[in-house]
């Protein structure tokens, strides 16, 4: 008992010194402007708004006057090792919530999981997630992928699967899917190594934290990486998901035929509008989860689990939105990848972004998208609990 009541002593005058360096004027209580600073002392930005939010969860009543020494004692007593940089990271990440992230933006492991290679468990239980996932949703997926391509032939969602499986049967509706779950190893090994690259470049010789702009922007550069390297890949799927019965024996063949036929440059066939697409969907995507998350904490309590509902929610709202506003540029880059042969110097981005409003309309630009929508859902479930499993099951904790 006595080495606990000591130990507790040690803590408070270690708490009492750092709140006597962030307190500046020496007033004994901590405001707006003194936390908005220390935060920025240790490499976190942080606006006054946020600064404000954290503090009213401090005090018990919910109020916005300054801090006073014995609220900041016992909200952090708890914590393990008090020292400056983690008091201040442990004291933002109890209070703002993590609704979880966009592929363009891959996870943040801590220094403890990258020198434990607790990080190659999480990326492989997110990979075996994606496959799952994918594979699940692939029908819903290859419909999406007809629809962009000959929606205006077939007209509605009813026919075109009547279509499909009149053509091919049941299985038909899995077209493509080898080739999608082939490509998540590659892709999420190349985003993961690209991130960290662009994050210490970032941070140049400092540990701070990155802001939310400067992580989209490291999220963003990583994406267009691994887009760049595994693009034919990207094509080799639309292929797959558009042939008829007998067009293609299986990857292998496919790849020789376009190649035979088409030369390299097939495979890069829609590359500009893919890349382009990275950034809206990113920025939106990542835009909405930060609002849904300020909402959140503005209308419920700290100690209020959002639960899995709410992360799932929040998570299929997001992606929706981001989906949304890169939609034209997903179709225009699908139109084409699926285009055999043509001239280059006329079938390009512009003039299929011009032919498809002419001739279908503004919304032409959103062919597929029912089947597109009706995925996210499933898709962000069947990820999140094949993800939790596997994650258990290789051993790899959340730190």
Not at 133 to 150: E, M
Not at 264 to 289: E, Q, S
Not at 325 to 354: C, E, H
Not at 364 to 374: A, D, H, K, V, W
């Amino acid at each position: 008992m006595k080495n606990l009541n000591d130990d507790l002593k040690a803590k408070e005058e270690t708490l009492r010194e750092i709140f006597r360096k962030i307190d500046v004027n020496d007033d004994g209580m901590l405001d707006i402007s003194e936390v908005v600073a220390a935060f920025k002392n240790v490499g976190i930005e942080m606006d006054s708004t946020e600064a404000q939010e954290m503090m009213k969860r401090m005090k018990k009543d919910g109020d916005v006057r300054p801090i006073v020494f014995e609220e900041w004692r016992d909200y952090l007593i708890k914590l393990p090792n008090p020292e400056m940089a983690k008091l201040m990271k442990f004291w933002k990440h109890s209070t703002l919530l993590d609704f979880g992230e966009d592929p363009c933006v891959p996870d943040d492991f801590t220094e403890t999981e990258l020198d434990t290679g607790m990080w190659w468990r999480h990326l492989l239980a997110g990979g075996v997630a994606g496959a799952v996932s994918r594979t699940c949703t692939a029908p819903l997926d290859r419909l999406k992928v007809f629809l962009q391509v000959r929606g205006a032939e077939f007209g509605s969602l009813r026919i075109c699967f009547k279509h499909l499986m009149k053509e091919g049967g049941f299985l038909s509706f899995w077209r493509g899917n080898g080739i999608n779950v082939i490509k998540i190893a590659p892709e999420t090994a190349l985003k993961f190594m690209a991130y960290e690259q662009a994050k210490r470049f970032i941070r140049g010789n400092t540990n701070r934290e990155l802001s939310i702009y400067e992580r989209f922007l490291s999220g963003s550069l990583a994406g267009a990486l691994s887009q760049s390297v595994i693009y034919p890949m990207e094509v080799l799927k639309t292929r797959l998901c558009l042939r008829n019965t007998g067009q293609y024996n299986g990857i292998l063949d496919a790849s020789r035929k376009i190649y035979k036929n088409e030369r390299l440059k097939a495979f890069y066939k829609g590359y500009v509008p893919n890349l382009l697409g990275i950034i809206p969907y990113a920025g939106i995507d990542l835009a909405v989860y930060e609002t849904l998350k300020k909402w959140y904490l503005k209308s419920h309590s700290q100690d209020d689990n959002p639960g899995v509902f709410v992360l799932l929610a929040c998570g299929t709202i997001s992606s929706s939105c981001g989906q949304i506003a890169s939609y034209p540029l997903a179709l225009v880059r699908t139109r084409l990848q699926a285009q055999i042969g043509g001239d280059s110097k006329k079938d390009n981005m512009l003039s299929t972004f011009r032919g498809i409003v002419n001739k279908e309309g503004f919304f032409g630009l959103y062919r597929g998208i029912t089947p597109n929508f009706m995925k996210v859902a499933p898709a962000v479930s069947i990820s999140y609990v094949v993800y939790e499993y596997t994650r258990k099951a290789l051993g790899a904790t959340m730190s």
